[in-house]
C-alpha cells in the first residue's frame, strides 16, 4: 500500500500499522478497539484495565467513548469492570488545565457509570513528584497484586507521540528512559519546565495491547524516523515500547503517515 490511502498492514509479527483518513477517523478507530477489546477482555477475565494517554490527541477518542458524539454505545460498555490509570500526569493538581486526569473526566469519566474506586490517577498535586511517583507505584503494586520483579500487565495502554519523539513522559536526554527497574518515575522536562510522572518503558512493554494513536502533519516526519529509521530511543523514547507478550498497533492518520513507505509484505517498516 502506498501512503495516502488507507489500510492496515502487519510489519512484524505483533506490530501493525493501520492508516485511516483524518483525526475524526483516528478517534472512532480508537474507540471501536477500545470497544471490542474491553468486552472482549471482560468476557474473558472478568475486568480491564487500561493506562490512558494524555494531550490533545486522544480526547475525541474519550468523548466517542463517552457517547458525546451521539452514539449510545455507552451503555454497552461494562464501566463497572473497567479500571483507569494513566501512562503519565504533569505535576499539577487534577483541576488544573494541564492535568491529564481532568482532560480524561472532563470528556469521559464525568459522563459514564464508572465506581469511583475504579479511578486510579496520579496525585500530581503532591509538592514533591517523586513522592507522586512512589505512591503511584504503590497503588500499582497492590492492585496488580504483583511481587516485586513480577511487571504489571495492562489490558490496555494508549500512547501519544510527541512530534521530539517521546510518549508517555519518556522525554528524549532524560534518565526516565534508562529507567529498567521502577515502575513509575518522576522526572524534570526542561521543554515542559516542570516536573511529569510518567510509567516507564518496561511497564509500557509489558501491556497485552498498545495503542499509540498520531494524527497531523507534524508528526510525520518523526513517525518515519520512528518506524523505518534506526533504532535511536534516546533520539526517539518512543522506539522503548516494544510489547515483549502483547501486541502493538501504530493508529495514524494519513498526515502523520505521508512519509511511510508501506508497501505490503515489505517487513522492513516498523519495529
Ligand atoms: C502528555 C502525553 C504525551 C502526549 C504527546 C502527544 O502528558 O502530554 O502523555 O506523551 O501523548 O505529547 O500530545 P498531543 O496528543 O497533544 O499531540
Redesign the pocket.
Known amino acids: 500500500m502506498i501512503v495516502g490511502q488507507t489500510g492496515t498492514i502487519m510489519t512484524r509479527s505483533n506490530v501493525e500499522i493501520k492508516v485511516v483518513a483524518g483525526p475524526d477517523e483516528l478517534s472512532e478507530a480508537g474507540a471501536a478497539e477500545f470497544r471490542s477489546l474491553a468486552r472482549r477482555t471482560v468476557q474473558e477475565k472478568g475486568s480491564f484495565t487500561v493506562a490512558l ?7 475525541g477518542l474519550y468523548e466517542r467513548l463517552s457517547g458525546e458524539s451521539g452514539a449510545s454505545l455507552q451503555t454497552k460498555l461494562p464501566w463497572k469492570k473497567i479500571h483507569f490509570f ?5 505535576h499539577v493538581p487534577p483541576h488544573h488545565p ?1 492535568s ?1 486526569y481532568r482532560m480524561a473526566v472532563e470528556s469521559l469519566i464525568s459522563k459514564v457509570p464508572l465506581p469511583r474506586q475504579n479511578v486510579h490517577r496520579i496525585k500530581g498535586e503532591l509538592p514533591d513528584a517523586a513522592k507522586a511517583a512512589e505512591e503511584y507505584e504503590l497503588e500499582l503494586r497492590s492492585f496488580f497484586e504483583s511481587s516485586a520483579e513480577q511487571l504489571p500487565r495492562f489490558d490496555l495502554v494508549l ?5 521530539d519523539g ?5 522525554f528524549p536526554g532524560t534518565g526516565a528512559i534508562q529507567e529498567q527497574t521502577r515502575w513509575v518515575v518522576s522526572e524534570w522536562v526542561e521543554k515542559s519546565n516542570a516536573f ?1 510522572i ?1 510509567l516507564t518503558a518496561p511497564v509500557l512493554s509489558n501491556a497485552s495491547r498498545v495503542i499509540f ?4 502533519k ?2 510525520a516526519q518523526t513517525l518515519q524516523e520512528i518506524l523505518q529509521g534506526d533504532y535511536r530511543p534516546e533520539l526517539f523514547p518512543a522506539q522503548l515500547v516494544r510489547p515483549i507478550h502483547g501486541e502493538l498497533l501504530w493508529l495514524v492518520d494519513r498526515a502523520a503517515a505521508s512519509l511511510l513507505r508501506l508497501d505490503h509484505g515489505n517487513q522492513s517498516t516498523g519495529r
Open positions: 494517554s494524555g494531550g490533545s490527541t486522544p480526547r494513566w501512562g503519565d500526569e504533569r494541564d491529564n500512547l501519544g507521540l510527541g512530534s517521546h510518549t508517555a513522559s519518556l511529569r510518567t494513536l498520531v494524527g497531523g507534524e508528526k
